[in-house]
């Protein structure tokens, strides 16, 4: 258990579905992203959230939507989704602590969403 | 382009013996790397790191070595045991001032498969 607990950890959902993501940290950290893996390729940051605001959006087409309601719990919502869109999406948190070599990096995951696309 | 590269996609290894996962990285910003592992159906999990102001950090069984000139790190196991099959993800953050955070940009992964 990493703390990090994302739901579901399977979902089929059709084109013109909307269905949401969502994810749960009780590590007390203050940085949360959601990531994409589809196969074959690295990692890829979609979106970062610090203290509740989004600092950086990847490039990430509109039809993602992320939301963070407080610094425990990131959704993101999913609308129009295309079958590329498939791949494992994950979340994770960190503490960033500039300056005290604490926290650099070391982002907590958790176990992922398979998603398809149909 | 790919900033963080693990070009060899598998690696196979007899129990006891040394895995070196290599890693190569092209933007001088990075200053944290970092190694992460991932079993199947489950979220990667940090390994180790290592500062950029360090050439080699060691834990146990797993020792990363950095080589700042070259851009290039490296991650030893020894001994190799079955239960380190897995995917080993490398990974290099610098401090983005603007998001406020650590940004982590990842390889590929290597698949390391150890053989009793």
């Known amino acids: 258990e990493t703390g990090v607990t994302q739901t579901p950890r399977h979902l089929v959902m059709g084109m013109t579905n909307k269905k949401s993501l969502k994810c749960e940290q009780h590590?007390?950290?203050?940085?949360m992203y959601w990531y994409k893996q589809s196969a074959k390729k690295p990692l890829e940051l979609m979106f970062v959230?610090?203290?509740?605001?989004?600092?950086e959006n990847n490039s990430v087409p509109s039809r993602f939507s992320p939301e963070c309601p407080n610094s425990s719990h990131l959704f993101l919502h999913l609308h129009t989704l295309q079958p590329e869109d498939s791949a494992l999406y994950l979340c994770?948190?960190?503490?960033?602590?500039?300056?005290?070599?604490?926290?650099?990096?070391?982002?907590?995951f958790g176990q992922g969403t398979r998603l398809t696309v149909v | 382009d790919q900033q963080v590269k693990q070009n060899s996609p598998s690696l196979s290894v007899q129990e006891g013996r040394i895995s070196i996962l290599n890693c190569d990285y092209t933007?001088?910003?990075?200053?944290?790397f970092l190694w992460y592992k991932k079993y199947p159906a489950e979220g990667p999990t940090f390994l180790i790191s290592?500062?950029?102001i360090k050439d080699k950090n060691e834990d146990g069984r797993f020792t990363v070595f950095l080589n700042k000139s070259a851009k290039h790190l490296s991650l030893h196991i020894v001994p190799s045991q079955p239960g380190d099959s897995a995917v080993y993800f490398c990974?290099?953050?610098?401090?983005?001032w603007g998001a406020g955070s650590y940004q982590l940009t990842f390889g590929k992964g290597t698949k390391l498969s150890v053989i009793p």
């Open positions: 994770a948190s960190s503490q960033p602590a500039p300056g005290t070599g604490m926290g650099r990096g070391e982002a907590f």
């Open positions: 590590l007390g950290h203050n940085a």
């Open positions: 959230y610090n203290f509740k605001e989004q600092t």
């Open positions: 933007n001088s910003m990075f200053d944290y």
């Open positions: 290592i500062s950029s």
């Open positions: 990974a290099a953050s610098y401090y983005g």
